[in-house]
């Protein structure tokens, strides 16, 4: 069955062509619409990650101190965060309070726009996602 298609698709010149030309216009059309949805993915990823920073994975509710992890577990990237509470911003916006270790802020690849990251017990830092809302 499958020679008998093959021996009339090539005895019909006019017809070979235009399915050769169909297929590399769908082959083309498939690999041009991915490549494009892989390049708006990435430039997602990377405002998120420049707004929020990059954390790949956390764990909560864990009772094992930070030591005890690193020395059952040598090959992973430990940090230190707790949430305190929540802050009402406006009607629509409310703000987790909370203290991250250095470690944590540089598994996150956090930075700065401007200023330090708070030293002593009353200082705090502010995401730009929330300066950003009454703007």
Aim: hydrophobic share 45%; proline share 1%; no cysteine.
């Amino acid at each position: 069955m499958f020679r008998l298609g093959a021996r009339m698709l090539f005895s019909r010149k006019k017809w070979l062509l235009i399915m050769t030309f169909s297929i590399a216009i769908a082959i083309a059309s498939i690999t041009s619409i991915f490549t494009a949805s892989q390049f708006v993915k990435k430039a997602v990823i990377d405002k998120a990650e420049e707004m929020y920073g990059s954390h790949t994975g956390f764990l909560t509710d864990v009772s094992a101190t930070k030591q005890k992890m690193l020395k059952e577990n040598k090959k992973i990237a430990v940090g230190e965060y707790e949430i305190l509470g929540k802050m009402n911003i406006n009607d629509n916006v409310v703000a987790t309070v909370g203290w991250m270790d250095k470690d944590a802020i540089a598994i996150g690849n956090l930075k700065l726009k401007d200023g330090r990251f708070p030293r002593s017990f009353n200082e705090v830092a502010i995401e730009s996602a929330y300066l950003n809302i009454g703007k």
